[in-house]
Structure formats: structure tokens, C-alpha cells
């Protein structure tokens, strides 16, 4: 089985500053897919950034990037010039590819930016 | 616009009296799932659905009831909740295969006393 590892309950960080939150996770398989999804107080689910294994490049979108270490099995998200708005919980999960296959939760993260 | 609805948002209940919760997506997603949610835990699945009248175990299925007979709604049944079902549930679709997105219904606090 699958196991998805948030080792920090809780970060803060300024506005404007950057921020990284870590993630790791367990398996012997090669070809699977990673995902960050935010959870804001109104507790919608929304994806953050997607990263296929079989891609040695880190997935970016905006503000947000990843640091995939394959063989570490570490794939942590980083927070360029944090927002007010990014205050939230960050969940990170883990898939393998393929039909029917289950998404895997880390613990979460909760991060709060201070004004 | 596309979404997942779950219904209702708030539900407090009490020991024993059987709930459903409702689901309901219009993306034409063969996959649907339903998530428990607790502090330091994560989401963990509790029943999910490959298509018309098949569901399988999650990790968590205890105490847990689901059907599938319309390929859009997927509701989650509670025959006799317990205070240990107290939590925070979501009902996520989407395409079969574990590439594509997931997307996630706004969330049930549920809390029985």
C-alpha cells in the first residue's frame, strides 16, 4: 500500500515571502502521478499543481512549483511572494496510473500568511 | 458548469438514527468516491464506485453504506451513526484513470451526539 507523509502540522510564513511545504511518500511503483490541493476555509477542494513520475521536469504553475526527488521519493511545494488568499490547508497525494486506482492523502499542512 | 453537489452542508444527528448523504455529478465521471476527513489524518476513503452498480471498500468502510444505480449519483449511507462518524465528508469524481483530476464536493460536517 500506499503511504503519503506531511511532516509539518502547521507553517506560517509573511506576505511576500516564500514558502516550502514538504511531502514524502512510499512505493515501489514507478509510474504514478503526485498532487497538491488547497483547502481555504470554505473547505472546497482545489487543485494546486499535478506532477507525472515519468517527468524528470518540476511542474509550475504561477506561483506555485514543485521540487519532485524520484529516487528521494520527495516531492515538496514551494510558495512564491505568499498571498493572504494562500492562507489555507495544503493536502499532498499521491496516485498510481491506470483504471480504478485509489488517491492517497497526506495529513495536511496548515499554512497561515501573516500580513 | 461543471461540479460535484453533496447535500446537506451541515448535519447534526443523533446516535442510531439512520442519515444518507447526497451526491450528485455532471461531468459523465465513471469514478466516484467518498472521503472522511480528521485532523492529522488526511482525507481517507471510505467506499468508492467504478461505474453503474459496482462499489468497492475504501480504506475506512466500516459502519458505511453506498450505491450506485444512476451513473451521476452516488449517495452514502449511515445506518446507525455513531459519535466516531463524526467528521468532515467529501464525495469526489472523476474519469477512470488516476491521471485525470479529481473533483470534490463542497463537504458535509456531519456530527452525531
Known amino acids: 500500500a500506499q503511504t503519503v507523509t506531511q511532516s509539518q502540522p502547521e507553517m506560517s510564513v509573511q506576505e511576500a515571502e516564500t514558502v516550502t511545504l514538504s511531502c514524502t511518500y512510499d512505493?515501489?511503483?514507478?509510474?504514478?502521478?503526485l498532487f497538491w490541493y488547497k483547502q481555504p476555509p470554505s473547505r472546497q477542494m482545489i487543485l494546486v499543481i499535478r506532477q507525472e513520475a515519468y517527468k524528470q521536469q518540476n511542474a509550475t504553475e504561477n506561483r506555485f512549483s514543485v521540487n519532485f526527488q524520484k529516487a528521494a521519493k520527495s516531492f515538496s511545494l514551494k510558495i512564491s511572494d505568499s498571498q493572504l488568499g494562500d492562507t489555507a490547508m495544503y493536502f499532498c497525494a499521491f496516485i498510481l496510473n491506470g483504471a480504478g486506482n485509489m488517491l492517497t492523502f497526506g495529513g495536511g499542512t496548515r499554512l497561515m500568511v501573516k500580513p | 458548469e461543471a461540479q460535484v453537489t453533496q447535500n446537506p452542508r451541515y448535519l447534526i444527528t443523533v446516535t442510531g438514527k439512520k442519515l444518507t448523504v447526497t451526491c450528485s455529478q455532471n461531468?459523465?465521471?465513471?469514478?466516484m468516491s467518498w472521503y472522511r476527513q480528521d485532523p492529522g489524518l488526511g482525507l481517507r476513503q471510505i467506499y468508492y464506485s467504478m461505474n453503474v452498480e459496482v462499489t468497492d471498500k475504501g480504506d475506512v468502510p466500516e459502519g458505511y453504506k453506498v450505491s450506485r444505480k444512476e451513473k451521476r449519483n452516488f449517495p452514502l449511507i449511515l445506518e446507525s451513526p455513531s459519535p466516531n462518524q463524526t467528521s468532515l465528508y467529501f464525495c469526489?469524481?472523476?474519469?477512470?484513470?488516476?491521471?485525470?483530476?479529481?473533483?470534490f464536493g463542497q463537504g458535509t460536517r456531519l456530527t452525531v451526539v
Open positions: 469526489a469524481s472523476r474519469m477512470k484513470y488516476g491521471s485525470t483530476e479529481a473533483f
Open positions: 461531468m459523465n465521471h465513471e469514478y
Open positions: 512505493t515501489s511503483e514507478s509510474n504514478y502521478y
